[in-house]
Each structure stands twice: as structure tokens, then as C-alpha cells.
């Protein structure tokens, strides 16, 4: 596993890079779909629902990106002895969750 740095910066496996570059344009092509529905004058129920899907896909992403950082990141940290980064995973989760 990769550890993040002191930079904050994160080495991703080609696979990892590959598996969220690949869900993040799925959500960029869902969300261009959303701006041709409104342009075409969908009807407003029907653009809801792919905003939904829209939004279980953001968090889909999130919930992966977040777990793998909870695997490195924080688990790196806490053996290095860095109580900073449970305060940043608090702080994130937190911002998370509003």
C-alpha cells in the first residue's frame, strides 16, 4: 500500500487511478446528460430522479476514495505515531456528513 505524505499529495496504483478516473467520467457523463435533459425540456420528475442517481454516484465515489485513504493514509499515520491525521479523518467525516 501507498502511503500519503507530508505533502498531502497520494501515489495511486494505475488500477486505483484507472477505477476512479473511470467513475468520475461516468459521472461527468451523467451530469451532461442532466444539462440535455433541462435544454430539451424534460419533464421535472424525470430530471429528480437522474439527479439522484447522479448523487448515489458521488457518493459511491466517495465512499471508495474514502475508504482507501482510511487504508493508507490514516493507518500510515497512526503507526508513524501522527494523532494529527485522526483529527483530520474527524474533520473530513464531518464535512462529509452536513
Do not use: P, W
Not at 484507472?18 to 451530469?31: A, P
Not at 439527479?51 to 482510511?70: C, W
Amino acid at each position: 500500500m501507498e502511503c500519503c505524505c507530508h505533502e498531502k499529495t497520494k501515489h495511486r496504483t494505475a488500477q486505483e487511478q484507472k477505477n476512479l478516473t473511470n467513475r468520475l467520467s461516468r459521472i461527468e457523463g451523467q451530469v451532461r446528460g442532466l444539462r440535455d435533459m433541462l435544454q430539451k425540456d424534460a419533464y421535472c420528475t424525470d430530471i429528480l430522479v437522474q439527479v439522484s442517481a447522479v448523487n448515489a454516484a458521488l457518493n459511491s465515489f466517495s465512499k471508495e476514495l474514502l475508504a482507501s485513504h482510511i487504508r493508507t493514509c490514516v493507518a500510515d499515520g497512526i503507526r508513524r505515531g501522527d494523532d494529527e491525521v485522526i483529527d483530520e479523518l474527524v474533520t473530513t467525516l464531518q464535512k462529509l456528513m452536513k
